[in-house]
C-alpha cells in the first residue's frame, strides 16, 4: 500500500497509544491500541474512521444545522494543540473530526 511510519504518541487519558502512517501523496491514517482492551470480539475491530478539516468549529456547526448528531464537541487533549471532536454517522459509527495546530 505504499504507507510510510509517520509519528507515534501517547494518550495516557485513554491508556492508548497511536500511530500514523501516511502515503506519498499525504494521504494517512490513524492506528490505535488500546492497552486496557485484552480481547477481541468479531465486529469489535473497527474503533472509528477520522477526517481532518481546518475549521472544526465551522465543520461542526455545519453538521449540526444539517442534522448531525454530534457525538462529543470539539476538545484538545492533554499536551496537544489539535482539536478534535466526534460526530456519529446514519448508523451510530462515530467520525472523528480533527484541526490540527496551525
Avoid at 52 to 71: C, F, W, Y
Avoid at 82 to 97: A, M, Q, T
Amino acid at each position: 500500500m505504499g504507507l510510510k511510519f509517520v509519528s507515534r504518541r501517547e494518550i495516557k487519558q485513554n491508556n492508548a497509544e497511536i500511530a500514523f502512517l501516511a502515503d506519498e501523496t499525504g494521504g494517512a491514517i490513524e492506528l490505535t491500541h488500546w492497552r486496557d482492551k485484552k480481547t477481541l470480539t468479531e465486529g469489535d475491530n473497527f474503533d472509528h474512521i477520522a477526517f481532518e478539516t481546518d475549521d472544526i468549529d465551522a465543520r461542526v456547526t455545519q453538521l449540526r444545522a444539517n442534522g448531525a448528531t454530534i457525538a462529543m464537541e470539539p476538545f484538545s487533549l492533554h499536551g496537544s494543540s489539535s482539536k478534535i471532536g466526534f460526530v456519529k454517522d446514519p448508523d451510530g459509527n462515530w467520525l472523528e473530526l480533527i484541526q490540527h495546530a496551525r
